[in-house]
């Protein structure tokens, strides 16, 4: 059974930074592409970032240039490194194995002075 862990959400100002992390039991990240999405209040979720097997990414624009997605295969996690954060980034944010349906609990993100 594929459970993922995201950790690493917080309460940050405008222009701050935060790391967040995907833990992954039951499947390989390695071996799979991997997302990064968001939820905002009354917004559909939405894909920022992916991470192919073979190590390719992709960002929405609405990142694109400030959010790196990584990941640590000794680690099996995945994270998302966001800088340059703006309110609008206030989300729940998820990680998703792309081929699988479970979804983790989420982090809550909130970008506000």
């Known amino acids: 059974q594929v459970q993922l862990v995201e950790t690493g959400g917080g309460l940050v100002q405008p222009g701050g930074s935060l790391r967040l992390s995907c833990a992954a039991s039951?499947?390989?990240?390695?071996?799979?592409?991997v997302g990064w999405y968001r939820q905002a209040p009354g917004k559909q979720r939405e894909r920022v970032a992916m991470?192919?097997?073979?190590?390719?990414?992709n960002y929405a624009d609405s990142v694109r240039g400030r959010f790196t997605i990584s990941r640590d295969n000794v680690k099996n996690t995945v994270y998302l490194q966001m800088y340059s954060l703006k309110p609008e980034d206030t989300a729940v944010y998820y990680c998703?194995?792309?081929?699988?349906?479970?979804w983790g609990q989420g982090t809550q993100v909130t970008v506000s002075s």
């Open positions: 991470i192919t097997s073979g190590d390719n990414t």
């Open positions: 998703k194995v792309i081929s699988r349906p479970s």
């Open positions: 039951g499947i390989i990240l390695a071996l799979n592409a």
